[in-house]
């Protein structure tokens, strides 16, 4: 078992960056790919970024170069540093996980476990 608590949500404009952070205990996050999804309301969540045990990373083509994910293993922290933020960015944000002997997942339904979400709204 894995819990995550996602951090770094908040209000900001059209242009700013934010970081997300998640934050995993319960079992060392090193064992575990990890990923990035947002829904937005009245849609569906939409995968945003994964990164395998190793740190390879995976983006759908609509975010690539502007957000980036990363980790730190030693701290069992993950990251999404989000640039150039647009409106249509607004969403509560999940991170999730799944152990890492399986490939790196890109749909919600490959992950076993997620945090709570946190909310980033930008404004126009």
């Known amino acids: 078992q894995v819990q995550l608590v996602e951090s770094g949500g908040g209000l900001v404009q059209a242009g700013d960056s934010l970081r997300l952070s998640c934050a995993a205990s319960?079992?060392?996050?090193?064992?575990?790919?990890m990923g990035w999804f947002r829904q937005a309301p009245g849609k569906e969540r939409e995968f945003v970024a994964a990164?395998?045990?190793?740190?390879?990373?995976y983006y759908p083509d609509s975010l690539k170069g502007r957000f980036t994910i990363s980790r730190d293993n030693g701290k069992n922290t993950m990251y999404l540093q989000m640039n150039s933020l647009k409106p249509e960015d607004t969403a509560v944000y999940y991170c999730?996980?799944?152990?890492?002997?399986?490939?790196?997942?890109?749909?919600?339904?490959?992950?076993?476990?997620w945090g709570q979400g946190t909310q980033v709204t930008v404004s126009s």
């Open positions: 999730a996980a799944h152990p890492a002997f399986r490939r790196v997942g890109t749909r919600s339904y490959e992950y076993d476990y």
């Open positions: 990164i395998s045990w190793s740190g390879s990373s």
């Open positions: 319960g079992r060392t996050v090193s064992r575990f790919a």
